[in-house]
């Protein structure tokens, strides 16, 4: 998901908003490198169930809406520490 995404099921790669290695993006696209891991949790949860609505052209609701629980949670686990590792999934 954070450099490949899944093309299959038209998800956009989290790098090509948020940054090689979360540090953010331009038009002030959020960090998520170092994010506590059960706010991202939380976060993307209210995106994918449609609860919270303030990201610019639904794009973080459309990213968030077809992944599972699994994969919110690997991905919180990468973008929870402070340095950039291994991707969970490309």
Known sequence: ???VGDPKR???PCAA???AN???GVNETTALRGMP???FIRT???FREGHRN???FKG???FAKPLTDQEIALLADYYACDTPKETPVE
Do not use: A, F, K, P
């Open 1 to 3: 998901m954070v450099t």
């Open 10 to 12: 038209l998800i956009t």
């Open 17 to 19: 908003c948020h940054g």
């Open 22 to 24: 979360g540090q953010g």
């Open 37 to 39: 891991r059960d706010y």
């Open 44 to 46: 993307m949860e209210m």
């Open 54 to 56: 303030n990201d610019t």
């Open 60 to 62: 973080m609701s459309q």
